[in-house]
T-cell receptor, first 115, second 110 residues
Framework: DAGVIQSPRHEVTEMGQEVTLRCKPISGHDYLFWYRQTMMRGLELLIYFNNNVPIDDSGMPEDRFSAKMPNASFSTLKIQPSEPRDSAVYFC?????????????FGPGTRLTVT | SQELEQSPQSLIVQEGKNLTINCTSSKTLYGLYWYKQKYGEGLIFLMMLQKGGEEKSHEKITAKLDEKKQQSSLHITASQPSHAGIYLCGAGGGNNRLAFGKGNQVVVIP
């Protein structure tokens, strides 16, 4: 298996532009997670899906952030409009089951820079 | 919400020396995960501990979850440059949200 795939690996954009991050989870994994990592706040959970349905989006910073999972093999995280404070590394992870019992497999991340 | 504190924040060791890093939780741990991250890369799963007193080993890395299930330690024996990186502990708080500590940065000097 290729593991969790994320694209792009790096994204540089100007403030106010729309940014779309993409993720392909490991086949057969029912859970998909989006995280954001910064030096100040560490790794934070933004949202997670179970069987393509968003379950908990309480970590999404504000309405500028949205996530979708149209099918079991694809998810997007969109930021519109982007701001410099959104600069971070965004990770996608997938797992077979709940967080307390199953390990999560992480993608390589997308490093987002908003100027 | 569950908070995880990792200590020390960073440490530098000579190759061949042993090292121990710790992860302390503000609440009882339901599933404690150790991950390793290298700069610019994703997290690599190392081990998962679930039962109080549980201890697991992989190659030269040993992790243990204490009896009260609020602290875990990760020990590396005879460290090598390949052990360098950031070690992150993550824990499930019972609500399927995995909380992570800020990480332990390990530098191994040849």
């Amino acid at each position: 298996d290729a593991g969790v795939i994320q694209s792009p690996r790096h994204e540089v954009t100007e403030m106010g532009q729309e940014v779309t991050l993409r993720c392909k989870p490991i086949s057969g994994h029912d859970y998909l997670f989006w995280y954001r990592q910064t030096m100040m706040r560490g790794l934070e959970l933004l949202i997670y899906f179970n069987n393509n349905v968003p379950i908990d989006d309480s970590g999404m910073p504000e309405d500028r952030f949205s996530a979708k999972m149209p099918n079991a093999s694809f998810s997007t995280l969109k930021i519109q409009p982007s701001e410099p404070r959104d600069s971070a590394v965004y990770f996608c992870a997938s797992s077979l089951g709940v967080a307390s019992s199953y390990e999560q497999y992480f993608g390589p991340g997308t490093r987002l820079t908003v100027t | 919400s569950q908070e995880l504190e990792q200590s020390p924040q960073s440490l530098i060791v000579q190759e061949g020396k042993n090292l121990t890093i710790n992860c302390t939780s503000s609440k009882t741990l339901y599933g404690l995960y150790w991950y390793k991250q290298k700069y610019g890369e994703g997290l690599i799963f190392l081990m998962m501990l679930q039962k109080g007193g549980e201890e697991k080993s992989h190659e030269k890395i040993t992790a243990k979850l204490d009896e009260k299930k609020q602290q875990s330690s990760l020990h590396i024996t005879a460290s090598q440059p390949s052990h360098a990186g950031i070690y992150l502990c993550g824990a499930g708080g019972g609500n399927n949200r995995l909380a992570f500590g800020k990480g332990n940065q390990v530098v191994v000097i040849p």
